[in-house]
């Protein structure tokens, strides 16, 4: 099958352009800029695409030339933090996300492509009342990036409505172990790399609850929906663990890994602070559609999740842990 992957270069991107590929798939990997060296990138000596999905006609030649039968959009500016930063970082993150949105969307609708998978996000519920959280649920969205991530959404059913653009909607919650990109500034990444370093986890807030999502599971998702292909047009399906751990349970649990892996006892820090602007107290996933319309599950659970991102992050890192 011919699938063209935009954020190839990212963590999940580029786990699932590998794994498209091993499974004989023609995969065509699209990123905005080459990665720098040292980092991980699956296509660094292979095919690549260069393109900012925000040009349209970059974005419709592309499309147009390759002739993809499936679209996998994960292309974004993930991290929800640097959308508050400024105007001019909430602008940036929004023409990514749904500007980009629309130019992917476009060409997929002028050049016949059967099928678009759209990225979105689980931050794109906000606050909510009920646990688990739904596909149905009214969105609350409380961030830039997550108005972008909306906006794109709606742009996506409403060509659906219009123009029958074929497409499905994913909404992953919050996923770690980006030890292939060697991101460390997200809060599962920054317990894990401070707990191997210094033995000490320093984060700002234990007290919001998150559906914590490891990478590999992620990515089988997107996977799963290429037997899917015939069903799953027009629908919306949450990925996620559907279990909410504290964020202080998180770090005890990478402490508790670490010290037994590496010896080393690991103490754990708050400064009391939030993340950013009105943080989300809650995120636990609804993940039956995905388990019925996807025959998707989560290949781990949190602590076996934990346990493979820090021996992966370890061997990054370059430090050694005990054997089991």
């Known amino acids: 099958m011919r699938i063209l992957v935009t954020g190839a270069t990212g963590f999940i991107g580029s786990e699932l352009c590998k794994q498209l590929t091993e499974r004989g798939h023609d995969v065509y990997p ?4 080459i990665a720098s060296e040292g980092r991980y990138d699956f296509y660094q000596l292979k095919r690549r695409i260069i393109c900012d999905i925000r040009s349209g006609d970059r974005v419709n030649q592309i499309v ?29 993150v929004s023409e990514v996300i749904y500007m980009g949105t629309m130019n992917i969307a476009e060409a997929c609708q002028t050049y016949h492509v059967p099928m678009l998978i759209n ?20 969105p609350q969205p409380l961030s830039p990036y997550a108005v972008a991530k909306l906006a794109a959404e709606e742009y996506l059913r409403y060509l659906g409505r219009t123009n029958s653009l074929r497409h499905c909607i994913i909404r992953p919650y919050n996923t770690y172990n980006r030890s292939r990109v060697r991101k460390e500034y997200f809060v599962v990444e920054r317990a894990i790399c401070g707990a191997l ?19 590999d599971s992620h990515v089988d998702a997107y996977i799963k929906c290429l037997d899917a292909l015939n069903r799953i047009n027009g629908e919306v399906v949450n990925i996620g ?10 770090a005890d649990k990478v402490a508790a890994i670490v010290t037994r892996r590496t010896g080393r006892p690991v103490s754990v820090n708050f400064d009391m602070v939030p993340d950013r602007p009105h943080d989300i107290h809650t995120l636990i996933c609804s993940n039956q559609k995905a388990r019925e319309l996807l025959n998707w599950h ?13 021996s992966d992050w370890a061997d990054v890192l370059g430090i050694k842990l005990e054997r089991e």
């Open 241 to 250: 663990l559907a279990e909410g751990h504290t964020i202080q349970q998180m």
């Open 298 to 310: 989560p290949l781990y659970n949190l602590d076996e999740g934990l346990e493979i991102a820090v």
């Open 30 to 33: 699209l990123s905005r800029y």
């Open 64 to 92: 147009r030339e390759v002739r993809p039968e499936v679209v996998f959009h994960l292309a974004a500016m993930s991290a929800v933090s640097y959308s508050f930063l400024s105007l001019e970082t909430s602008r940036e």
């Open 119 to 138: 990225a979105s996000t689980s931050e794109f519920y906000g606050h909510q009342d009920v646990f688990p959280i739904p596909e149905e649920a009214v």
């Open 197 to 215: 370093r210094d033995g000490e986890v320093h984060l700002y807030t234990p007290y919001p609850v998150r559906d914590l999502l490891d990478r």
